[in-house]
């Protein structure tokens, strides 16, 4: 199939970065087509491991072209600290790397308003991650958007920065938050400019044409459907849309052009930041899921809220995206538990109800109804046989595959490249 996406189904931190790695080296070109450097995957090679929040995690394959599509919002200083990583590691960038003019830019002020809309919420925050994302966007469906075009004749962009620094200025000086100092800010960007300018192409005839000559296109899906602007518990979600529409929206390319949508689940259910999370454990039952799985965010650092894996909410994105096939991340963090939970649906004032019945409220209020498994003892993560694996291990895992009533494409149970089971 030339074109693929890969879609976290759940709350984020999915493991996207390691299966977009793995599937990448049979691609020609690895797109990110939404969100911006508030998304954090990993990669893994040898003892090495690379954070990624703006370039798609497939760059270090030979193949394959990094395409940074216009429906991603883009932190000038974010990407160039990326592109010094890869360099430094011997990427040829001029080869690997394409930008968007259509991108529009995450500025100094975006990040400011951020944290000062989120300190002003106080005990109602939203838990951003403070990274001007939410800002940036709210600037390009007003028309006050600065986009990577705008870079490049720098003296139309100089003059429509200052005229949007001097408004945000004021809302800052509300909020008690310091200013932007504008002419400091515009010398920074004017060397970042001539960083970025030459990577910068027209996005959208190489993708159409990468179609029509049956090349194959990796869509990676940067924050989990859990979190789309519209299909989660608003007003607990990220700034754009994370449904597989949005890879039309966000690079170009008609939503029929892609024939395979890949969900990537991880075998119990984590987020970062506030809002409703049905199946959330506390204690030390969490503590040592988190430990285990080092559930922290690749961004903020903060320790990831725990939960049992919710089939109920991963139904819904399966649904609304017509995922063909599923993966599972991080199994062997299960190893050891005596007893494991499944939500497989959810109560509220004593009738059943779907994920997409619920608002923010009605979520936090469901009582999920569980089913229970039997834990297995064994370390599994040096398995690669699915005939292997524990008995009690594959009865999960089965259960999972019928639920969804989708195809299981294989289990991860470790970090590496290869530490994967066929299923």
């Not at 030339?2 to 070109?29: F, M, R, T």
């Not at 403070?130 to 003296?155: E, F, M, T």
Request: aromatic share 10%; glycine share 10%.
């Amino acid at each position: 199939m030339p074109a693929e996406s890969v879609l976290g189904l759940q709350w984020g931190d999915e493991g996207k970065g390691k299966i977009v790695d793995l599937l990448a080296q049979n691609a020609d070109y690895v797109v990110r087509y939404h969100g911006g450097n508030n998304a954090g995957h990993t990669v893994v090679l040898g003892e090495k491991k690379f954070f990624f929040r703006l370039i798609p995690s497939g760059i270090f394959h030979k193949r394959s072209t990094a395409i940074i599509a216009n429906g991603v919002v883009l932190d000038p200083e974010v990407l160039i600290g990326e592109m010094d990583i890869l360099e430094a590691e011997g990427v040829n960038l001029k080869k690997k790397l394409i930008i968007s003019p259509r991108c529009h830019l995450i500025l100094p002020y975006h990040k400011e308003l951020d944290i000062a809309y989120e300190n002003a919420r106080g005990k109602h925050k939203l838990g951003t991650t403070k990274r001007g994302i939410g800002p940036a966007y709210s600037d390009k469906v007003s028309y006050n958007g600065i986009r990577v075009y705008d870079l490049l004749n720098w003296a139309d962009f100089a003059e429509k920065f200052r005229f949007q620094a001097k408004i945000k200025n004021k809302v800052l000086k509300t909020f008690g938050v310091k200013p932007v100092n504008i002419n400091s800010a515009l010398n920074k960007l004017k060397k970042q400019r001539t960083r970025i300018l030459p990577y910068v192409k027209d996005t959208f005839e190489i993708l159409n044409d990468a179609i029509a000559d049956r090349k194959k296109i990796l869509f990676e899906g940067a924050h989990g459907i859990m979190l789309d602007l519209d299909w989660s518990p608003y007003p607990f979600a990220t700034a754009s849309n994370t449904v597989v529409g949005s890879v039309n929206t966000g690079s170009g390319l008609p939503i029929n052009k892609l024939g395979n949508v890949i969900g990537i689940v991880k075998a119990f259910t984590s987020r970062v930041g506030e809002g409703p999370l049905p199946t959330e454990l506390h204690g030390r039952l969490a503590d040592s899921i988190r430990e285990r799985g080092g559930e922290y965010g690749t961004t903020t650092g903060r320790p990831r809220r725990i939960g049992w894996l919710d089939l109920e909410a991963v139904r819904f994105s399966c649904k609304i995206n017509n995922v063909n096939e599923i993966v599972i991340t991080k199994l062997d963090i299960l190893s050891g538990l005596l007893e494991l939970k499944i939500c497989i649906g959810y109560m509220l004032n004593g009738r059943k109800i779907h994920y997409s019945e619920c608002g923010y409220k009605e979520l936090a209020k469901v009582k999920p109804l569980y089913k229970k498994f039997s834990g297995w003892m064994d370390d599994i993560s040096g398995i690669r046989k699915f005939s292997r694996l524990p008995k009690e291990c594959k009865e999960y895992l089965n259960y999972i595959g019928k639920f969804l009533g989708v195809k299981i494409k294989f289990v991860s149970v470790g970090a590496e490249r290869n530490a994967n089971v066929k299923y």
